[in-house]
């Protein structure tokens, strides 16, 4: 198969910096393709602008999403978001490799998914209507993939833990796991968490290793985490409330994975209105929902 | 009241950048001293790196955290950064403005955080004790000042509530309010987020100013969110989970908000060890809780 390894630290002789290199290896040992984007030994440059659209005029209003799309659609795109792009349609799995600095990303992998997730590309996709709202959570672009995290964090795990200090880690994680890996259609497995990284020895790095390296050698048959399909069922459009009467009474990011049973096979996508007598309301919420669907990623 | 607006948009000519102007303006007509960076318009550098340690030996292994603390303990850090240090310094309060790309905030104010949050002053800050673990959550060197967000989406409200598909606001921003302002002292104010950006028009521009405008001129009487100080007592040290008879049988990230009765009244730091007995022990945590700490925002 064909991975993709987006790393983001600056040091080579880092803890991260190992790690990706045991990715690597492991990986290509068990007979596997892997490209890695070494964000910082590309120089990658973080932060989305006019200049990502080749053929702007630069005395023209910036608008980050119609810009993107715009340079998506007529191939005017940087070179270097249009490479990246080439190396996920390629990708038969994608792994993101970062420390969790201030609970998130570092910015130059932010910067990277702003950038490559174009519009038409990673948001903005599909079409809107009484059923749909465009292809997101589940579907798009980058459905039948797979993604996982490889994440580094300073702190212990009882910090990051369901009534830790710091938040529990699956919650700090969902906006990336949720909003940016399943949101263009990607199947996401359970994040590998490496904690205290301070006290890194040679055996506990071993033992890193040893459990990591399980986890990349079921990359392909881990199943996924049961997240709900937008488009399944499971929510009401266009409000996209979940329905009440699954996980009944909660709240929270939680509610967004199905249960063992996944309650998503007792409803049926809702049949639109008659084919052919598109009424005016619904043009223009259709047109309302496709904006509002390319500013989930980037707007305003 | 001195205030730093710290703004993350491309485009002047956007929402955000009208929004911008309204927020300065509204401010100083109320006789307030408004400082503001402008990130895009000042060429902010988003990414930390080597070069932001000016005295570095351009070979050595780089280490995010060490660096950072010897460049602001010697004064060695680049311009840029000393210079957004000494404005968080004069400010009473803080307002980060922003659109929500992919269900964060934008990466070149991603990159300010991590950069402006040196270690010795936005994290890696106090004394690790059996009663202390840093100055953090609550306590910090920017304690006594507040904050708040002001946020644009181009989801619907209902996207963003309870059981909303993206998962609720104050969860999507628990990672900023929590990890990120109340972390390093700030008292954090609800965020005040604008929904629906594509459909905005002058009545529901002057509908949205109307409303921040109420948000601005409360900004320094408002209660701040009530989030638990880490070295009140309702946490035990180190392992950092709220004590169980505080919000029992609750996880996640609304378990750090005290109740109305806030119930760390309940609760008295623990005393220390008996002065000038340090064990061994002590001493070897005092440690590894110090390289925790700084590790929280950056390190790995």
Chains 1, 2 share one sequence.
Not at 126 to 134: C, N, Q, T
Not at 284 to 295: I, N, S
Request: charged share 25%; net charge negative; proline share 7%.
């Amino acid at each position: 198969m064909n991975i993709l390894l987006v790393h983001a630290h600056p040091e080579p002789r880092s803890l991260n910096g190992s790690l990706k290199r045991f990715i690597v290896d492991r990986l290509e040992s068990q007979g596997h393709a892997v490209q890695v984007s070494d964000l910082y030994a590309m120089g990658w440059k973080a932060t989305l602008d006019g200049a990502d659209r080749l053929d702007r005029e630069p005395d023209a209003r910036f608008d980050p999403a119609m810009d993107s799309r715009h340079a998506f659609v007529h191939g005017t795109q940087s070179e270097d978001i249009a490479r990246e792009q080439d190396k996920l349609r390629r990708a038969d799995a994608l792994i993101l490799q970062f420390p969790l600095w201030w609970f998130s990303m570092p910015a130059i992998l932010k910067g990277w998914v702003e950038r490559v997730y174009a519009n038409g590309f990673g948001y903005g996709v599909g079409e809107h209507s009484d059923a749909r709202w465009g292809d997101r959570y589940g579907e798009g672009s980058l459905a039948g993939k797979r993604a996982m995290l490889v994440v580094t964090a300073g702190g212990w795990e009882s910090h990051y833990g369901p009534r830790g200090i710091n938040g529990p880690i699956d919650d700090l994680l969902f906006p990336i796991q949720h909003g940016i890996l399943y949101y263009p259609g990607f199947d996401v497995l359970t994040p590998h968490v490496v904690y205290r990284t301070g006290k890194m020895d040679p055996a506990r790095f071993a033992a890193t290793c040893e459990t990591l390296g399980r986890r990349l050698d079921t990359l392909f048959s881990t199943p996924p985490l049961p997240f709900r399909r937008q488009n399944g069922g499971d929510y009401a459009i266009p409000e996209l409330g979940l329905r009440p009467e699954l996980a009944p009474g909660r709240t929270g990011f939680g509610i967004h994975l199905a249960d063992a049973q996944p309650a998503s096979v007792l409803h049926v996508a809702q049949p639109g209105n008659e084919q052919g007598a598109e009424r005016e309301q619904d043009r223009a919420r259709r047109h309302e929902a496709q904006a509002a669907a390319h500013a989930e990623g980037l707007a305003q």
